[in-house]
């Protein structure tokens, strides 16, 4: 015997012409967010097709869902680590649990990801997209997402970021007034990333740049190295630095540059955006802008759970976590 259709929240939704959200409301007889119509037409298709909320479909209606997910690009990313920690201490202390997931870069994977948060009725999001400007993000909700480290073009959710602009060319400033003729910035393709974006906009505004031929893009290992090749033969008299724009290309920069037989601060001057361990055991230690990662993990968590428990979230906003610069003698 054919067992009836077990309907789900998403169905009664579509069927109804409104949102998930718009049916969470009803179920908790929150009828305020809805007008008459809206709540008539709702009553009748859960009468019609005998719907019988989920256990966690009704928590969710109530904020009782005690899980929320963390979904990020890449998490071989060295930042990522302190960002878990800041959101899980935010969690504890609301006894949720956190579902992490790593999106290995793919837009696909990212997709996959969410869907299955979504799936499992977590009770909100907090991103580190692939790509912040990709259409599927427009699916999602500023009633329970925040994004984080990068920006969307359009602001569709609460975004907490770091002060990139204002710090690198606050950093790079320095690097300019000890001397330096030419400074080079070392990077992974930039476009369309909105932190490797505002960090380049800094540097390029310290030194007064109107042109892209200081960029060192380390991607393609053939390219870089030739043109840390160039760099060196011509020099001549001249003083010579580099600001990496993370710590995996810093890793990269130094890497090369040791193989060359060049050393900081004699040869060369450098500095980072990122303070990650190993970069104080060097001799002498690389001067770096130090990125305050578990505090924005923190912010992102508080946030959301801002927007869970006091239903705030309006319009979407800003929230930046400044970091600092420190100094070891690197250039």
């Known amino acids: 015997m054919t067992q009836p259709k077990k309907f ?3 169905d009664i939704a579509q069927m109804a012409g409104v949102s998930k959200a718009t049916i ?23 009468k019609e097709n005998n719907y019988q909320p989920s256990v966690a479909a009704t928590a969710l209606a109530r ?3 005690k899980i929320i997910g963390v979904v990020v690009n890449d998490i071989t990313n060295s930042f990522i680590a ?13 006894n949720y649990s956190v579902e992490f997931l790593d999106s290995g870069d ?60 204002e710090i690198t060319k606050q950093f790079v400033g320095l690097m300019k007034n000890n001397g330096y003729d030419e400074i080079y910035f070392v990077t992974f393709p930039i476009e369309n990333i909105s932190t490797r974006v505002d960090r380049y906009k800094g540097f390029k505004d310290a030194l007064q740049l109107s042109n ?69 055991l060097l001799n002498p230690g690389i001067s770096v802008i130090r990125q305050y990662s578990f505090e924005i ?7 959301l759970f801002e927007k869970i428990q006091d239903n705030d979230y309006d319009e979407p ?5 400044n970091s600092s610069i420190l100094i070891r003698q690197s250039f």
Not at 82 to 94: F, L, T
Not at 108 to 121: C, F, K, M, P
Not at 297 to 303: L, S, T
Not at 317 to 321: A, E, G, N, P, R
């Open 8 to 10: 789900t929240i998403d």
């Open 24 to 46: 969470s409301y009803y179920l908790n007889n929150r009828f305020d967010k809805m007008s008459e119509k809206t709540k008539t037409k709702i009553a009748q298709v859960i």
């Open 63 to 65: 904020n009782e869902s």
């Open 82 to 94: 302190e960002i878990w920690k800041g959101v899980q201490s935010v969690a504890k202390e609301k």
């Open 106 to 165: 793919s837009i696909d994977q990212e997709i996959e990801n969410i869907h299955y948060l979504s799936s499992h009725e977590s009770a909100g999001l907090i991103l580190n997209p692939v790509d912040a400007n990709a259409p599927h993000l427009k699916d999602l909700s500023n009633r329970n997402t925040v994004m984080f480290d990068r920006q969307s073009k359009d602001m569709l959710f609460d975004e907490v970021v770091s002060n990139n602009f």
């Open 212 to 280: 892209d031929d200081f960029v060192l893009d380390v991607s393609n290992a053939d390219i870089f190295d030739e043109k840390l090749q160039t760099i060196f033969n011509e020099r001549g008299n001249k003083k010579i630095g580099f600001f990496a724009m993370n710590g995996p290309s810093l890793l990269v920069l130094l890497n090369r540059l040791q193989y060359m037989g060049k050393h900081h601060p004699t040869d060369y001057g450098v500095g980072s955006y990122e303070d990650l361990d190993w970069m104080k």
């Open 297 to 303: 993990g923190q912010k992102a968590a508080e946030r």
């Open 317 to 321: 906003k800003k929230i930046t976590v």
